[in-house]
């Protein structure tokens, strides 16, 4: 060995499989979910990323780069790093449904949106994001554009 890593997926599974996470984020517009069931290798497609990243260093060059290329495969991993991308979502969906998105709705896109607003509403109340997620979230329309004053702070004690 000359101090390369060994590829440890053999090709004759790991393309067919590239190719598909490939098609599905072409096709769907986002990465795939293992709660998600656009595609019925949704789930599949979803952990496979997870061991591709886990297992990124150990990748060959080739593979790397092709994964890279993919948009948000590396990026997008993680609750912080989703951030921007969730916030746009919301604020175009916002502006393409004109109301909130519904937590109880039967369609994933639009849970998951809602889903992810309540989570930052929270966050945000409990001092947890940080002043560009706040204008993040008013821009979006998730929090209101001004800061509304809390009754009880104007209460006789």
Not at 50 to 65: A, K, N, P, T, V
Not at 96 to 116: C, F, I, Q, Y
Request: net charge negative; glycine share 8%; no cysteine.
């Amino acid at each position: 060995m000359t101090g390369e890593f060994k590829d440890y997926t053999p090709s004759a599974k790991w393309d067919p499989t590239a190719t598909k996470f490939e098609a599905f984020v072409n096709t769907h517009g986002r990465l795939p979910s293992e709660a998600g069931d656009d595609d019925e290798d949704e789930p599949h497609l979803a952990r496979w990323r997870r061991r591709q990243i886990r297992m990124f260093d150990s990748l060959g060059d080739e593979r790397q780069e092709r994964l890279r290329a993919i948009e948000g495969f590396m990026t997008n991993h993680g609750p912080a790093a989703q951030f921007p991308a969730l916030a746009e979502r919301s604020k175009e969906f916002r502006a393409e449904h004109g109301r909130a998105p519904r937590r109880h709705s039967k369609d994933l896109a639009e849970r998951t949106v809602a889903n992810w607003e309540r989570d930052k509403r929270t966050a945000k109340g409990r001092g947890d994001l940080t002043e560009e997620q706040v204008a993040a979230l008013r821009a979006a329309g998730v929090l209101p554009a001004e800061e509304e004053p809390d009754p009880g702070d104007t209460a006789i004690r």
